[in-house]
């Protein structure tokens, strides 16, 4: 192709995206706005499961600490069993 045909190419895309390119958007506008409404709602689902987890990692830093600041006591330092659990509810 030469010269000649390639602009006559350009300028033929020119105006078939001119005419097209407003009913191409107007169809796929609502497919977009889908797309990003439901971006939005998992990035909200995994920043609330994130402040979850932070929550928790934040309670169990508290709760180490606080055993750390307590005078030890022997053997009785150790964590709770599900049998010492037993025997202090009855």
């Known amino acids: 192709m030469g010269g000649v045909g390639t602009f006559s190419l350009g300028v033929a895309a020119a105006l078939v995206a001119q005419t ?3 009913a191409i958007a107007r169809r796929t506008r609502p497919l977009a706005r889908r797309i990003i409404k ?10 609330m499961r994130a402040d979850s987890a932070r929550e928790d990692l934040e309670d169990l830093i508290a709760e180490a600490r606080e ?3 307590r005078p030890r006591s022997g053997a009785h330092d150790a964590a709770p069993t599900e049998a010492s659990d037993e025997r202090a509810r009855t």
Not at 38 to 47: N, P
């Open 20 to 22: 097209l390119g407003p």
């Open 38 to 47: 439901q971006a939005i709602i998992v990035s909200d689902g995994a920043r």
């Open 67 to 69: 055993e750390a600041r």
